[in-house]
């Protein structure tokens, strides 16, 4: 069918459908000139009664014809066709009838059959599913990560380098429980700190740790501190260690 013979358009948020007069006189065997003749009749007693200011409008248009000349047309809705035809014999007006409701049907959306409903719904319960499915994890992730982003900021109200003591204590206060001892034996195994538990140097350089001589019975002797950086650095080698995040607690 050629598109241009039907016209949809939208008033209040409903689809009016219009037809072209050439789809009349297509269906009656007339002459296009005699359906225009007829409709200019049909407005011109219209514009005399008191259907004057009515609904009806016959939108008058143009189309090309073979040649590519313009050409006058009216566009009809389905009221102003039938009122139109009213004055045709029966049979004509069967077929006009019957040809305006074939035109709606095929500008009517397609209702999804029984099975493509069910998939239809299959597909949506799907992606609710998957979609429920992504928000759980990235509530769980969340919720993983919390005592992660408590104890750094933990780390970083420490302004000043402290103990290994201290440092056992802010861990253990979140769930992480680890002694002193312990911690200076996975430093000395992974490099960081020498036999005599002092920092390699070159953990010095990058400001995790800091050295103090503190006095003892026995003398003055060396003492590490861990700053605010290598309280973070040591925390994630340890999580390395544990492998997973979870078994620290």
């Not at 259907?51 to 009809?76: H, V």
């Not at 380098?161 to 206060?173: E, P, V």
């Not at 002092?198 to 953990?203: A, S, V």
Request: one cysteine or more.
């Amino acid at each position: 069918m050629d598109n241009n013979l039907i016209k949809t358009e939208i008033v209040d948020n409903y689809p009016i459908v219009k037809i072209s007069s050439r789809i009349i006189a297509e269906e009656t065997n007339k002459n296009h000139a005699d359906i225009l003749r007829d409709i200019r009749n049909l407005i011109e007693k219209l514009g005399q009664s008191k259907y004057a200011d009515s609904s009806y409008t016959f939108e008058l248009s143009e189309y090309n014809n073979s040649q590519g000349k313009k050409q006058p047309e009216y566009l009809l809705t389905k009221k102003e066709a039938l009122l139109l035809i009213s004055g045709y014999n029966p049979v004509l007006r069967a077929k006009i009838i019957d040809r305006l409701e074939e035109l709606e049907k095929q500008l009517q959306p397609k209702m999804p059959t029984h099975i493509e409903a069910l998939r239809l719904y299959a597909d949506e319960l799907e992606k609710n599913q998957l979609l429920l499915q992504q928000n759980n994890q990235q509530a769980t992730q969340i919720k993983e990560m919390q005592p992660k982003v408590d104890i750094y900021e933990k780390f970083l109200e420490c302004k000043n380098a402290i103990s290994m003591s201290q440092y056992t204590a802010i861990l253990s206060s979140n769930g992480f429980d680890i002694g002193r001892n312990r911690i200076f034996k996975y430093l000395k195994d992974d490099k960081l700190l020498q036999s005599n538990n002092t920092p390699y140097q070159k953990y010095r350089d990058m400001e995790l740790f800091e050295v103090i001589m503190v006095e003892t019975e026995a003398g003055w002797k060396p003492k590490t501190l861990i700053t605010s950086k290598g309280m973070k650095y040591v925390y994630d080698l340890l999580i390395k260690k544990f492998k997973r995040y979870r078994t620290l607690y």
